[in-house]
């Protein structure tokens, strides 16, 4: 009896399919079936048929996947990302800050920063303009880190470099310049506004009467609008280089009720950042009708600005 076993050339043809595994399987059914044993040759040849098919499959796998796999490599990671990963991981930066706002405003432009603050007495600065003060201010708590730094000797020679980053805050409002306020009237006020009467009594030929005189004076924002200066200092701790600047935004508001400036009074948040008033927070921001520049200016740090001075202080 002829054995139904397909020939070497239906083997070798059929690589281009996929059943090659499959007819070595059935020819060893159907030698069992009818009790005689497969040719060890033709076995042989079925296998390396095998083989030789699975090789050609792996070869053309590979060459479909891999510019797949460069491809969304590239993808993941493009040239500029490299460039840039590579650029910030060749210093070391400081942000010396205490502000929650700062922290979360570098962080997410990926940087990766260690902190300190600076202990100085922000009230004995000066300056008439507040382009000058936020200036002034920056530098002073670069000048103090620098010199808790030096005491510590965490200054290194030849180390990669180091950069510091400091910042300051002001609010303009009316002319007035205004900095973190120091008591809940003066919070209140910042925000509010606050009442002024001034009494004056004159006599006239020597008939007493009486007049009053009373001047009404609402300074606070509610309702109104007011401008933010924002500085950024970058020292490169390495050179000695200073990169500094400042920008301003302004802030609308709409009337805020006299329940949400006490809320924020009582969660002391209006001590934490220039003019009383934080933006983000979830109290204020209902409240605020419009942002005219950068938020990130407004909350402390602006992003544009601090990746402008980090280029120019490498």
């Not at 200036?135 to 670069?142: C, D, F, I, N, R």
């Not at 290194?156 to 002319?175: F, P, Q, S």
Request: with cysteine; charged share 20%.
């Amino acid at each position: 009896m002829r054995s139904s076993l397909p020939s070497n050339d239906d083997v070798f043809q059929s690589q281009g399919n996929d059943n090659i595994l499959a007819h070595v399987l059935f020819c060893l059914v159907k030698s069992r079936r009818s009790e005689r044993p497969l040719c060890l040759v033709t076995a042989h040849i079925y296998c390396l048929g095998y083989l030789h098919a699975m090789m050609r499959l792996a070869s053309l796998t590979t060459m479909l996947t891999a510019p797949i796999v460069r491809v969304a490599s590239l993808r993941k990671c493009s040239l500029q990302e490299r460039e840039m990963d590579m650029c910030k991981s060749s210093y070391k930066i400081i942000l010396g800050s205490s502000s929650m706002a700062r922290r979360q405003i570098l962080a997410e432009m990926g940087y990766e920063f260690s902190i300190m603050t600076a202990d100085i007495d922000e009230k004995s600065i000066r300056k008439e303009k507040p382009e000058e003060l936020v200036m002034a201010l920056a530098h002073a708590k670069a000048d103090a880190i620098i010199t808790r730094l030096q005491s510590l000797g965490h200054l290194e020679e030849n180390a990669r470099a180091t950069l510091l980053i400091t910042a300051d805050t002001v609010v303009l409002y009316k002319g007035m310049i205004r900095e973190k306020p120091t008591s809940k009237e003066e919070a209140w006020n910042f925000i509010k506004g606050w009442l002024i009467v001034f009494f004056s009594s004159t006599a006239v030929d020597k008939t007493p009467t009486g007049s009053v005189v009373i001047w009404l004076l609402f300074a606070g924002y509610s309702g109104g609008h007011a401008a933010v200066i924002g500085s950024v200092l970058v020292s490169n701790l390495t050179t000695g280089t200073r990169k500094g600047a400042w920008e301003t935004a302004e802030v609308y508001f709409h009337e805020i009720p006299d329940e949400v400036i006490d809320s924020l009074i009582e969660e002391e948040v209006t001590f934490k950042v220039a003019g009383g008033l934080m933006l983000e927070h979830p109290l204020t921001s209902p409240f605020v009708e419009a942002v005219v520049g950068s938020t990130d200016t407004v909350m402390g740090l602006s992003t544009s600005l601090t990746e402008k001075l980090i280029a120019e202080a490498l």
